[in-house]
């Protein structure tokens, strides 16, 4: 079975600091996809980025950023000087490439970022 | 292109009514998916379908049915609702080709309060 991991419940952060949401997954499966999503205060889920199982690359995009590291199953997300408006709850979630293809979600991770 | 849409937006229900969430996408996804969303929690899969005709039980089926009759329209049925329901439930859909492969594309979310 796989399992995601977030083991940051509430982060607090002033604005223009940056910082780091932690991913840690589970899965025995070599094919899978890894996800993040935000969850603003309004309630809807807004998807951010997908990376599949076999490219490490990192990204950026714009202030956000993405740190994929199969070695040690992390798949951490930086959002660099941070802004009221990232104020959200970010979810990290995986799916396999077979069967029912659903996503394992972590419980998220809550980022307050104050004035 | 609406997306995924979901109804009702809120609904408070009394214990033992039922109901049926509904839920349609217009992108001609095979995949269709309900999760539900516990306060402070990540979501976690109730049912899902692979395509018209065919469903499967997720993680949390217990005291839920749904049906798959057109590749559109996903309903979730709750029978004799118990306040252990109250959640947030999104329908989710999944694209399986183009740049969007793999991503599941979410519903707003219908929130249900079960008294």
């Known amino acids: 079975a796989q399992k995601v991991t977030q083991a940051q419940t509430e982060i607090s952060v002033v604005e223009k600091e940056d910082v780091t949401l932690d991913c840690v997954y589970e899965?025995?499966?070599?094919?899978?996809?890894l996800f993040w999503y935000k969850q603003p205060p309004s309630g809807e889920l807004v998807f951010l980025i997908r990376r599949n199982s076999f490219d490490e690359q990192n990204e950026i995009s714009g202030r956000y950023s993405w740190n994929f590291q199969k070695s040690t199953s992390s798949f951490n997300f930086t959002i660099t000087a941070s802004q009221v408006v990232d104020s959200a709850v970010y979810f990290c979630?995986?799916?396999?490439?077979?069967?029912?293809?659903?996503?394992?979600f972590g419980s998220g991770t809550r980022l307050q970022v104050q004035p | 292109n609406a997306g995924v849409t979901q109804t009702p937006k809120f609904r408070i229900l009394k214990i033992g009514q039922s109901m049926t969430l509904q839920c349609t996408q217009d992108m001609n996804h095979n995949y269709m998916y309900w999760y539900r969303q516990d306060p402070g929690m990540g979501l976690k899969l109730i049912y899902y379908s692979v395509g018209a005709g065919i469903t499967d039980k997720g993680e949390v089926p217990n005291g839920y049915n749904v049906s798959r009759s057109t590749t559109e329209d996903f309903p979730l049925r709750l029978e004799l609702a118990a306040p252990s329901q109250t959640s947030v439930y999104f329908c989710a859909s999944r694209s399986e080709a183009g740049r969007a492969v793999n991503e599941q594309f979410f519903g707003p979310g219908t929130r249900l309060t079960v008294l």
């Open positions: 979630a995986l799916s396999l490439d077979t069967g029912r293809r659903a996503l394992t």
């Open positions: 899965t025995r499966d070599t094919t899978y996809y």
